[in-house]
């Protein structure tokens, strides 16, 4: 049956390939980026994220049948913090009450195999905490002493706990809406491709995210997994960080890392 979705980051890598992946099953898709698309809107800014909400609300009377978070940046800055964690969060939390009046209704939000990696404690913990200038504060002071690399793996670290945690409480299980992540290994977007045309970082991405199934991906390999979290046959799964990864997550965190 037809559903109808909202993604965000639709303009771009996967997002984009999400988006046409569920047009082209006879969906109906809602897309929203800083521009273009349905929905023009900043997910780095509480203007912007109340401007997602209320246009959304508009477009669909009130009812989604599923979400995707797929906006992300990935700056060594602060700003990667409030995109990352603090949008996604608002654009999940704000459209909760239109999941709830929608059918089967899903959530799910792109994480990333950086969230393994070593992160800010102070910042995912404030993050956590709901604190957006105390995260951004953090950040910032991260990037002070040399560690803005930290800003990305702390923020997909934070989205991938505030999953685990907020999946199973009573806004989300009780309501009987699933709530997962996806986090992909290399994937070929405008987000990457710069660093895997340079050789030199293409070593470092290489050797920071081994994938010994295979190499970086095309976002389409992504979609049909996406798809599935998100649709009504997913009855049983949720407060789950589905790594996409080439197998990433294994090599990097071993066999007792499940
Ligand atoms: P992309 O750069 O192709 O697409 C990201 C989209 O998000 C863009 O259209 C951009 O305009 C939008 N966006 C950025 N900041 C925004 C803001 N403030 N408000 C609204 N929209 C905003 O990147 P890609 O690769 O498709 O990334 C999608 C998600 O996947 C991100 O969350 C990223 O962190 C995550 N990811 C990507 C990986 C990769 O290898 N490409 C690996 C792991 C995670």
């Not at 906006?71 to 009450?97: K, Q």
């Not at 990333?112 to 905490?129: F, K, Q, R």
């Not at 990433?248 to 007792?256: F, I, K, N, P, S």
Request: aromatic letters at 4%.
């Amino acid at each position: 049956m037809p559903r109808t979705y909202l993604v965000t980051g639709a303009a771009s890598g996967i997002g984009n390939a999400t988006a046409d992946h569920l047009r082209a099953h006879g969906h109906t898709v809602i897309g929203a980026d800083l521009k273009g698309g349905d929905i023009s809107a900043d997910l780095a800014t509480p203007d912007g994220r109340a401007e997602l909400v209320a246009a959304a609300r508009e477009l669909t009377g009130g009812r989604l049948d599923a979400v995707i978070a797929c906006a992300g940046i990935a700056r060594f800055d602060p700003l990667t913090v409030r995109v990352n964690h603090f949008g996604a969060v608002a654009t999940l939390e704000g459209l909760r009450p239109l999941l709830a009046a929608g059918q089967s209704p899903r959530a799910l939000v792109i994480g990333s195999i950086d969230a393994v990696h070593p992160t800010d404690a102070a910042t995912v913990e404030a993050a956590l905490a709901g604190d957006e200038e105390a995260a951004v504060a953090a950040a910032q002071a991260a990037v002070d002493r040399g560690e803005g690399h930290l800003a990305y793996s702390s923020s997909k670290a934070a989205i991938s706990r505030w999953v685990r945690r907020s999946a199973v409480a009573a806004e989300w299980a009780g309501a009987g809406i699933p709530l997962n992540a996806v986090a992909p290994g290399v994937i070929r977007t405008p987000l990457t491709q710069p660093l895997l045309d340079d050789p030199e970082m293409r070593a470092v991405v290489e050797e920071a995210v081994p994938m010994p199934l295979r190499g970086p991906a095309a976002p389409d390999e992504l979609t049909s997994l996406i798809a599935w979290l998100t649709s009504p046959e997913n009855t049983l799964v949720t407060g789950q960080i589905v790594y996409a990864d080439g197998g990433a997550d294994a090599v990097l965190r071993g066999e007792t890392g499940w």
